[in-house]
């Protein structure tokens, strides 16, 4: 989905708060998978976690690889369809009522009218200023696609994940320096 990358930076900026709270993937989104023509399904245990976490042995995974460590899990279910209409709203609210407030929050809304798009990013978090855990249900007419990361991080850290495990890369915009007082 094209939104998620810019959710996904927009999230990075959000502080929010809630208890722990497990999120289970209905049994109901596999009858999707039958309806669907593309079917992405990435399910990462804790245990299956600390096994990938062993191989992410470039330099560059440095970071990804102690964030990994500390993950309950990843799980990703993506579907696409050829027709508009192979799914409904109804199909993920067994997700959306497992995230309610005061154990989570909803951070993120995103609904378009115009392209049939909607996002939602909600965040747990534990008694400190972590996040523990996260859960983006993104939509289009032709594509459902919920990702759950269960375990502590921090916004800046979903970067470090981007492009492993079935979740989406993220660019993160440069931010402009700040000239110093009196340069020109």
């Given at each position: 989905m094209k939104r998620i990358g810019i959710l996904l930076i927009a999230v990075m900026g959000i502080v929010a708060g809630a208890a722990a709270?497990?999120?289970?993937?209905?049994?109901?989104?596999?009858?999707l998978?039958?309806?669907a023509s593309e079917t992405t399904e990435v399910t990462l245990n804790?245990?299956?976690?600390?096994?990938?976490?062993?191989?992410?042995?470039?330099e560059g995974d440095a970071e990804a690889r102690e964030l990994v460590k500390k993950l309950k899990g990843i799980y990703v279910r993506s579907f696409q369809f050829d027709k508009i209409g192979e799914y409904s709203s109804a199909d993920v609210d067994s997700i959306r009522t497992q995230l309610r407030s005061p154990l989570w929050e909803k951070v993120v809304g995103v609904h378009s009218k115009k392209d049939g798009e909607n996002a939602e990013i909600y965040f747990k978090s534990d008694s400190g200023d972590q996040i523990a855990g996260l859960v983006i249900i993104a939509a289009d007419p032709k594509e459902l696609t919920i990702v759950h990361i269960d375990g502590p991080l921090n916004p800046?850290?979903?970067?470090?994940?981007?492009?492993?495990?079935?979740?989406?890369?993220?660019?993160?915009?440069?931010?402009?320096?700040?000239a110093k007082a009196g340069a020109q």
């Open positions: 709270q497990d999120v289970k993937m209905p049994v109901d989104l596999e009858r998978a039958a309806k804790g245990h299956m976690l600390q096994v990938a976490a062993k191989f992410m042995n470039d800046s850290d979903l970067d470090k994940l981007g492009g492993d495990f079935g979740v989406p890369r993220i660019e993160t915009p440069a931010r402009p320096r700040q």
